[in-house]
C-alpha cells in the first residue's frame, strides 16, 4: 500500500509541474481578463522603458484560479515556482519580478528576484498595502494592477539597477544625508556646459569634412499591394552636410508596419516584437534610432522561457521567494 502511494506521487510530480501555465507575451500575459486596453498598453510601454534603460525585466500576470494550476499549496510558492518556471530576470542578476493577482483567490503577490536585497520586501509590502489592495477590495483591478506596477517600476526595479533603496513616500531624509545646498548651485550652474560638451561627444560629424552641420530627412518607402493598398514598414533617410554638401541615403527599418486601402485610407499598424536576447538590434540598420515601438510582446508558440526548454523569451533568473502578498 505504502508502495502503490509513493509511487502515485512520483508519477503525478510532472504533471503538476506541468499545470504551470506557459507566458505568451514577455511583459503582460492577462489571462484573467482584468486590465482595461489603456493601462494594458501603459504597463506595456513602462516595462519597455524599463528593460531599455536598465535591463531589468518585469512581467504582470493575472490567472483565475491558482488552483487550476496546481496552486493548492498556498500562494507564495505557486508565484516561486511560476517565476522559476518562466524564468523572469537575468540569469547573472536575478534581477526581475513579477506582478501577480488572483482573482479568485483573492490574492496578489509581488515576486522579487533572488538578486533583490530583503529591504525591498517591506518596500514591496508597503505597494501592495497602498496602491494595489484598496483598489482590488472595490474591484477596480485594473487600477490596483496599473498603479502597483508602475509603483515597483519607480520604487524597486530602478532603485535596486542604481544600487540603492529609495525612502518610503512622506518620510523625510535626514539633514546630514542631504547635500549641501552650495553643491545643488554648483550643479545646476555647470548642467548647461555639461549638456553641451556631452552634445559635443555624441554629435554625429561629417564624414568627409568633419562638420557637425548635418541635416536628416526621411521620406516612407511605399510597399503597393496592387488593389489591396500599400504598405510602409521602413524609411528612405537622406543625411546631407550643408558645409561640404555630402550626402548618403540609409534604408531605416521602423520596427513596425502600417497598412492603407487604395484610397490612402490608414488601417492600422502592427508592431514587431523587439524583446528578448538580441532582438532588437535585428530590427536597426540605422545606428543611432529608435523609432519608440510600444510593443516588447513575444508569442510563445514561437519562443519561451529558457527554464521551459524553449530559446529566447525571458533570460532564465530565479527567485528565492522575496517580495510581498496581499489578501482581499
Known sequence: MI?????????????????????????????????????????????????????????????EDRRYHGGQSGLEPFATRLFNYWGVGDKRRNDGFMVMVLPANREARIELGAGYSPAFDGRAATIMERAMLPAFGRGDY????REGTLAVIDQIARPHAQGRLMPPPGLSTPDRNRPPI?????????????VVWLRSLFEKRCPQCDGRNL?????????????????????????????????????????????????????????????????????????DYDNGSSSRRRDSSSSGSSSSGRSGGYGGGSSRGGGASGRW
Open 3 to 63: 508502495r502503490a502511494i509513493l509511487l502515485w506521487l512520483i508519477l503525478a510530480l510532472p504533471a503538476a509541474a506541468q499545470s504551470l501555465p506557459d507566458w505568451e507575451y514577455t511583459s503582460i500575459n492577462d489571462f484573467a481578463g482584468l486590465l482595461s486596453n489603456d493601462d494594458t498598453r501603459i504597463l506595456d510601454q513602462a516595462l519597455i522603458a524599463l528593460h531599455d534603460q536598465t535591463g531589468i525585466e518585469g512581467t504582470v500576470v493575472t490567472i
Open 142 to 145: 485594473s487600477t490596483g494592477l
Open 182 to 194: 552650495g553643491f545643488i548651485i554648483a550643479l545646476l550652474l555647470a548642467a548647461p556646459l555639461v
Open 215 to 287: 541635416t536628416e530627412t526621411a521620406e516612407p518607402i511605399l510597399n503597393n499591394k496592387d488593389d489591396e493598398g500599400w504598405e510602409v514598414s521602413q524609411h528612405a533617410v537622406k543625411r546631407q552636410c550643408r558645409d561640404c554638401g555630402w550626402h548618403t541615403t540609409l534604408t531605416r527599418n521602423l520596427g513596425y508596419t502600417e497598412k492603407y486601402a487604395i484610397d490612402g485610407v490608414f488601417l492600422g499598424r502592427t508592431n514587431f516584437a523587439r524583446y528578448g536576447l538580441g532582438s532588437r538590434g535585428s530590427n536597426y540598420n540605422y545606428d
